[in-house]
Structures are given as C-alpha cells and as structure tokens.
C-alpha cells in the first residue's frame, strides 16, 4: 500500500523559510508526479508546486513562483518543498500527494495526512 509521509511544518514568522518532507513508500518513485497541496477551512485545495520525478520538470502555483522550490531525492524516496520568504497567506495544512498530474488535486489518488504550516505577521 502507497504511503506518504509529511514532516517538517510548524510556525515562524513572515519572512521565515520552511522545508518540507515527504517521504514516500511502496511508491514507483521513478516516473510519477508528486506534488504539494494546501488548504485552509472553508477554501478548496489548491496546487502549490509538483514535481515529475522522471525529469525534475517542476511545477509552481504563481503564488509561489520564486519563494518556494520543490525537489526530489530518489534515493530516499522523497520529494522536498523548501519554502522561503513566507507570508501569513501561506498558512495552510500542506500535503503531498502522488499519482496526479501537475498541480490538479483532484488528479491525484494517494494523500498524505498533512502538515500545519502557521506563519505569523
């Protein structure tokens, strides 16, 4: 069974950086699309960044353009989010996601179970 597993969220204030993690498992890492989602209550989740493990070709919500940058380590299995210059309209519960395409969350079959990330003006 496909896991997905966050870590890495918590709170820091605007202007603050945060890195990511999901570590995934019986997952054909190789050749899949992973991508990070957010949501906040009462909005629907949205794409922020996606990453095709075949190549590395990235994906970036253009909220996010130039702040946020996702990678993957395909030797740990794992794809990163490195989030920088954060704002308090970033704070949302993350979660990564495999399966999809792009950064469609409905495209996408297996969840993690998600991450708080609270950033503070």
């Known amino acids: 069974q496909v896991q997905l597993v966050e870590s890495g969220g918590g709170s820091v204030q605007a202007g603050g950086s945060l890195r990511l993690s999901c570590a995934a498992s019986?997952?054909?890492?190789?050749?899949?699309?992973l991508g990070w989602f957010r949501q906040t209550p009462g909005k629907e989740r949205e794409g922020v960044a996606a990453?095709?493990?075949?190549?590395?070709?990235?994906h970036y919500a253009d909220s996010v353009k130039g702040r946020f940058t996702i990678s993957q380590d395909n030797a740990k299995d794992t794809v990163y989010l490195d989030m920088n210059s954060l704002k308090p309209e970033d704070t949302a519960v993350y979660y990564c996601?495999?399966?999809?395409?792009?950064?469609?969350?409905?495209?996408?079959?297996?969840w993690g179970q998600g991450t708080q990330v609270t950033v503070s003006s």
């Open positions: 019986a997952l054909n890492f190789y050749k899949n699309y």
């Open positions: 990453i095709y493990t075949g190549h590395g070709t990235a």
């Open positions: 996601a495999a399966g999809g395409v792009g950064l469609a969350p409905t495209s996408y079959n297996v």
